[in-house]
């Protein structure tokens, strides 16, 4: 299973047509979205290619290619006009014997975790900046970073799940980070 994985697209148009663009380059299989999908929140300026209703278009014409779990700034009225499932606070994944919680991070995060085992992966967005890091009893901590509205100097970003590795790319597909399982 190859994903592609992306979080915090906040309703930017250009973000959410690089993300799938990258996928189709990536040839992943599925595209997961860590939520923030269509609104920018009110402690994010606006995006530059703000269209929420072009997002939910884009979006609901993949619906098929889509797994999502719900972010902070997704609501009830966001899942009325989307066509696929997006108020999961969370979906635990078993990727090539890895154990994966893969959440937005405004609940369950590096401070505030969920009950994981050893060796478990935490995989959460929300705080647009990306990240591979240990933490806890011989957990990883996995962030793609913002498409849409990257923080601390981070360029706008993805991530890409295949055979126990995580990479984390630039919108036009450069390496920026990749760890090994």
């Not at 884009?58 to 609501?75: E, F, H, M, Q, S």
């Not at 890895?98 to 705080?127: C, D, K, M, Q, Y």
């Not at 647009?128 to 890091?133: E, F, K, R």
């Not at 055979?163 to 036009?172: C, G, H, M, P, W």
Request: proline share 6%; glycine share 8%; hydrophobic share 40%.
């Amino acid at each position: 299973m190859k994903l592609l994985i992306a979080s915090d697209i906040h309703g930017d148009l250009d973000s959410a047509e690089a993300v799938l663009s990258a996928y189709e380059r990536e040839g992943a299989d599925k595209l997961l979205l860590l939520g923030d999908l269509l609104y920018h929140g009110p402690r994010n300026d606006l995006p530059t290619t703000y269209n929420p209703k072009a997002v939910i278009e884009l979006l609901n014409n993949n619906k098929d290619k889509i797994l999502a779990v719900r972010g902070n700034c997704d609501t009830e009225v966001d899942q009325m006009v989307l066509t696929f499932p997006i108020l999961a606070d969370y979906a635990y994944l078993s990727l090539d014997g890895l154990s994966v919680f893969a959440t937005h991070g405004h609940h369950h995060n590096t401070a505030t975790p969920p009950p994981l085992r050893r060796g478990e992966i935490l995989l959460h967005g929300h705080t647009h900046v990306l990240c591979a890091t240990p933490f806890g009893d011989g957990n990883w901590y996995i962030n793609p970073g913002s498409a849409a509205l990257p923080k601390e100097g981070n360029p706008r970003t993805y991530a890409v799940y295949e055979n126990r590795a995580f990479t984390v790319k630039t919108l036009d597909g450069a390496l920026v980070l990749k760890k090994e399982f």
